[in-house]
């Protein structure tokens, strides 16, 4: 069966690392038909706006989405609505993606790579299930005025709305639940609830679900700042992780660089339809085209891909295991290597992506 993939480069490193997933995809042998648009500053630049209405109208025609990165250091002094990241949050919006799942997983290999000592972060194996399309993102009113009150009143402010509804926490809370239940049988639920009204219902709503569909998966409460803690104090003991959005934005980012490099971390952004894949890393423009950047997570978003929306399991085992294997057999890039790393074993993005088909 035939599968429609929209490939969304993007900005800064998104083409470099993008190319390398692509040539991984066409190394599987299978059926896809791959359709190219922009998004991002890319996109602004050629269309006048980061998510052209040609570019989301592919999103929703397409089985699967493989997204690169956005963001430029040049398109700073837009407008809000015109920055490059906009295209993200409009993908998400439009398309439902409402749960996040990270994984931040530490390959043995890379133990070495981590900041942690090796006893500390070995056997990390976590993902965050981090909420979407609701919070301080996406929460109305918005905007700037003149304070009306607080400390001092008459001064220009700027403003945003931290909201959940029920249904919001239920359905992220499920996702995480049954992920649980495919891994360790844990959740952790991260909130602000001696502080956050909506944490308290977070929290409030979590605990409903849980006792009501899934008394089999335990369940244990953090509050944002000790998770921040705990995960470089004992990463190893998390399974699952299920957070608001502003939350699992910050955390994900700690976990992903408590493994060694944000360029190993992939992720998924599902909904009722059409997935988005991406790293969990940003554009990077600053070493965009010195062909130096670490392909792997986006890489390893393409086994997400086939294991997500097109039930491929053994495929993405097959991805999975190459990648440990180049790693096996001493290739590193340069966010990835250490000083016992020979610099003829540090290679750049396109060798990479390279030695990954080699092994496939």
Same mark, same amino acid.
């Given at each position: 069966m035939s599968k429609k993939i929209a490939v969304l480069p993007g900005d800064g490193i998104g083409p470099e690392i993008v190319e390398q997933a692509v040539k991984v995809l066409k190394a599987l042998g299978c059926d896809f038909e791959m359709e190219y648009a922009d998004v991002g500053g890319v996109a602004y630049a050629n269309h006048g706006h980061p998510l052209p209405e040609a570019t989301l109208k592919l999103a929703k025609e397409s089985d699967?989405?493989?997204?690169?990165?956005?963001?430029?250091?040049?398109?700073?002094?837009?407008?809000?609505?015109?920055?490059?990241?906009?295209? =993200?949050?409009?993908?998400?919006?439009?398309?439902?993606?409402?749960?996040?799942?990270?994984?931040?997983?530490?390959f043995k290999e890379l133990t070495s790579a981590s900041t942690l000592r090796e006893e500390v972060v070995s056997g990390l194996d976590l993902v965050i299930v981090r909420e979407l399309t609701g919070d301080i993102y996406f929460g109305t009113p918005r905007g700037r005025r003149t304070a009306p009150d607080g400390n001092f009143?008459?001064?220009?402010?700027?403003?945003?709305?931290?909201?959940?509804?029920?249904?919001?926490?239920?359905? =992220?809370?499920?996702?995480?639940?049954?992920?649980?239940?495919?891994?360790?049988?844990?959740?952790?639920?991260?909130?602000?609830?001696?502080?956050?009204?909506?944490?308290?219902?977070?929290?409030?709503?979590?605990?409903?679900?849980?006792?009501?569909?899934?008394?089999?998966?335990?369940?244990?409460?953090?509050?944002?700042?000790?998770?921040?803690?705990?995960? =470089?104090?004992r990463p190893a003991d998390f399974d699952v992780v299920v957070t608001e959005n502003m939350f699992g934005d910050i955390l994900s980012d700690e976990a992903a660089q408590i493994t060694g490099s944000l360029g190993m971390l992939a992720s998924a952004s599902l909904g009722d339809g059409v997935a988005l894949y991406e790293p969990s890393h940003g554009s990077a423009p600053d070493i965009a085209g010195r062909g130096i950047a670490n392909p792997l997570a986006q890489i390893l978003s393409v086994e997400m891909m086939l294991r997500y929306s097109f039930g491929m399991g053994e495929a993405a085992d097959d991805i999975r295991r190459a990648v440990t294997e180049v790693l096996d057999a001493g290739w590193r890039t340069g966010d990835i290597k250490d000083a016992e790393t020979p610099a003829d074993k540090v290679v750049g993005t396109a060798k990479m992506g390279d030695l990954v088909v080699e092994h496939l």
């Open positions: 699967a989405i493989l997204f690169g990165a956005v963001g430029d250091f040049k398109y700073d002094h837009l407008e809000r609505h015109l920055r490059p990241e906009q295209a =993200i949050l409009g993908l998400r919006k439009a398309l439902g993606l409402f749960a996040n799942l990270r994984p931040a997983k530490c009143p008459g001064a220009p402010e700027a403003f945003d709305t931290m909201r959940y509804t029920v249904p919001e926490v239920e359905r =992220i809370a499920r996702v995480a639940f049954e992920a649980a239940r495919k891994r360790r049988g844990k959740v952790t639920s991260v909130d602000k609830a001696n502080v956050l009204e909506t944490s308290r219902l977070w929290r409030e709503i979590v605990h409903r679900v849980h006792d009501a569909d899934y008394a089999d998966v335990e369940l244990e409460d953090l509050l944002v700042d000790n998770t921040a803690m705990q995960l =470089i104090n």
